[in-house]
């Protein structure tokens, strides 16, 4: 290691090392002040964050848990990334959920945006070339409505869609990488699609978002701290050694070799459509944890709120591996002009997805209690 990268190492280490290193979660006074929070906060896209599988190696980190920072829908010097394991929840890759959380909130004002001011359609896209385009179909004397009243049902009707949203989101970038797209147009992301944690932790992200938009007027990114802090105490985290200590470890043997096949990865490919709720991958022994309980978190759905606002959601997929895709989705070669539904379709693509697993990599889609 030379001596940049040392230094570079000890100024992200910081934080932590002042911090004093006990099991204890931070005061949130101390990191927040008081501040405005509305939808219009939202106006731009979350940042990017990159995250990693949990492996050991030279992109992962297992940031101490009861010290995560200071969540920031933009810049935070103080936030925190990285791998976690809790006992109710397996491992949690703190990146995906807070992007998972941001980009609920983003949608979230673009649904609110589109609903107050009347709009049948609007369109939006992330990283993927794919674009999403959102349908709403009004109920009759919409237009009538006191404004608050008009306010009130578009804010939950929003809320519930953005969540969505992020989550059906979340879930086509699994499948795209797995059918072979590359973001960065080199790198095959195939290995780490739908792996252990990413789903859960992209949900879990999504749900947090949600209490903490309805937690208005407490500043956002002040109740996705105090949420997210809370829901890892509920999960029973516990340290980065934990952390490090359960990883899978692909290029080496370990006691949960019986895990990594072919695609030297253990996959969970469970993404609530059986039963409307998504399952970790946890490990059923170890000294560290007293309870393998799992906690499921239930899926976002669509058309539950108060305000009869109809929503309707489309991907047009513009990836080269869009034929592969479409014909899964609809069981025939004919793939021009057509787009998916997440509602309809997803579930076709994961059928796919998983008899191209078979015999490939482990599987994870009711058991997911693993012996160490």
């Known amino acids: 290691m030379n001596t940049r990268t040392k230094v570079i190492y000890i100024l992200l280490a910081l934080p932590i090392l002042l911090g004093g290193g006990c099991q204890s979660f931070q005061r949130l006074s101390s990191l927040y002040s008081n501040g405005p929070n509305s939808f219009a906060d939202f106006d731009v896209p979350p940042k990017i964050r990159i995250g990693s599988v949990p492996t050991p190696g030279i992109w992962t980190k297992f940031p101490n848990p ?12 103080s936030e925190r990334s990285g791998i976690v394991y809790t006992c109710k929840g397996g491992h949690l890759d703190l990146v995906h959920l807070r992007l998972s959380a941001d980009r609920t909130a983003y949608l979230t004002a673009m649904c609110y945006d589109n609903m107050m001011n009347l709009q049948g359609e609007f369109t939006f896209k992330f990283a993927e070339p794919s674009i999403y385009t959102v349908d709403l179909i009004y109920p009759a004397g919409w237009e009538e409505l006191r404004a608050n009243e008009k306010e009130r049902l578009a804010h939950d009707a929003a809320i519930e869609t953005g969540q969505y949203l992020s989550y059906a989101a979340g879930i086509w970038h699994e499948m795209v990488t797995w059918y072979g797209y590359k973001w960065t147009g080199v790198y095959n992301e195939k290995r780490s699609a739908f792996s252990w ?6 949900l879990l992200g999504t749900h947090l978002a ?14 996705i701290t105090k949420l997210l802090n809370a829901e890892l105490v509920s999960l029973d985290v516990q340290p980065a050694r934990v952390a490090k200590r359960t990883s899978f ?46 906690i499921s978190y239930p899926i976002p759905k669509l058309n539950t709120s108060e305000s009869g606002i109809f929503v309707r959601v489309r991907i047009e997929p513009h990836e080269w591996e869009k034929t592969s895709m479409l014909e899964a989705a609809y069981q025939d070669i004919n793939t021009e002009n057509r787009y998916i539904e997440p509602e309809i379709h997803f579930s076709a693509i994961m059928s796919d997805i998983v008899e191209q697993a078979r015999g490939k990599t482990r599987l994870s889609l009711r058991n997911n209690h693993v012996r160490e």
């Open 66 to 77: 009861y010290y995560i920072g200071k969540h920031g829908y933009g810049y935070s010097p």
């Open 249 to 294: 470890k692909p290029d080496s043997k370990t006691s949960l070799e019986e895990l990594l096949f072919v695609d030297n990865i253990a996959r969970n490919f469970d993404i609530g459509i059986d039963d409307g709720f998504v399952s970790p991958l946890v490990l059923t022994s170890g000294s560290w944890c007293q309870s393998v309980d799992m």
């Open 197 to 202: 944690e990413d789903v859960y932790s992209n």
């Open 210 to 223: 949600a209490k903490a938009l309805k937690e208005f007027p407490v500043p956002y990114e002040y109740s």
